[in-house]
């Protein structure tokens, strides 16, 4: 598991305070350091030589971040898009059951469907959350298709409405396959070992520039090392998309169960009357 996720587990808040003091706060440190123990006169004659050098490795260390906060932003997208199908197949295969027009059989298979809902949003997703897989769930999910496989429709309407449902429910395992599969795309660790020594790369090079004022120079690179802080922020909140309080919650799942305790209540009160 990336330590990355254990950084999610505080508030995005505090992280973003926590990584971006700290980024600047090394530009700022490091910039003291140097300054104080580093005398070198040939800074200042090769001054534009270095500011040269420096302006190119900042455009290609930019370049670098921009490519990947780029990456996992269209990753997130991916991911919200195929939750957001997902929730429309679970609340389309709801409806499909629960107005089938044998009862009977449309008791039968709400009891297990909702036994997969009730999985998914209190199992699945929590685990999710924690980067681990579900076991109830998938069991549940076979369920499902167990039980509608066993409907025999009466006629000709029923047919087609079975039709639907199996339609629905292929759709919903596609898109719930996605979302496990996009569980596992985060950043490798290999590519963390870039953006790390760019970092310090370009940090360094900011600090052989040659600027009179110390404290102008210490106040720049702490900037620049908070600008750092707030990339890397970035990057790390959008490669987990399950994880945090930001994360993808399964919203139409427990749209669901809303809908049932509605249909519930409603049908409680048309027996009282």
């Not at 979302?179 to 600090?207: F, H, K, Q, V």
């Not at 404290?215 to 998309?241: C, E, K, Q, V, W």
Request: hydrophobic share 45%; charged share 20%.
């Amino acid at each position: 598991m990336a330590i990355t996720y254990y950084m999610l587990q505080i508030s995005p808040l505090l992280f973003f305070i926590l990584i971006v003091c700290f980024c600047a706060l090394f530009g700022g440190l490091s910039t003291v350091i140097f300054r104080r123990y580093f005398k070198l006169k040939i800074l200042r004659s090769h001054n534009e030589v270095a500011g040269f050098f420096f302006i190119a490795i900042a455009s290609f260390y930019a370049l670098l971040l921009s490519f990947i906060v780029l990456v996992v932003w269209d990753q997130l997208n991916e991911t919200t898009g195929n939750v957001s199908k997902e929730g429309s197949s679970a609340m389309s295969l709801y409806r499909d059951i629960k107005y089938y027009p044998d009862s009977t059989e449309s008791k039968k298979m709400m009891k297990v469907y909702l036994d997969f809902v009730y999985n998914v949003v209190d199992d699945e997703f929590p685990k999710m959350e924690h980067m681990e897989l579900s076991r109830k769930t998938p069991e549940a999910f076979n369920q499902v298709f167990y039980s509608m496989e066993r409907i025999i429709p009466k006629n000709r309407k029923q047919v087609q409405l079975v039709g639907e449902m199996f339609h629905h429910l292929n759709e919903l395992s596609v898109y719930r396959g996605l979302r496990m599969t996009s569980m596992e795309t985060e950043i490798s660790p290999p590519m963390w070992l870039p953006i790390i020594l760019g970092a310090l790369i370009t940090i360094c090079c900011a600090l052989i520039l040659d600027i009179e004022l110390v404290r102008i120079h210490i106040l720049l690179n702490s900037f620049l090392g908070a600008f750092i802080g707030m990339f890397l922020f970035t990057i790390i909140l959008l490669d987990h998309p399950y994880s945090g309080s930001l994360g993808l919650k399964p919203k139409s799942y427990r749209e669901i169960f809303t809908l049932e305790q509605w249909y519930l209540e409603s049908t409680e009160k048309s027996v009282h009357k």
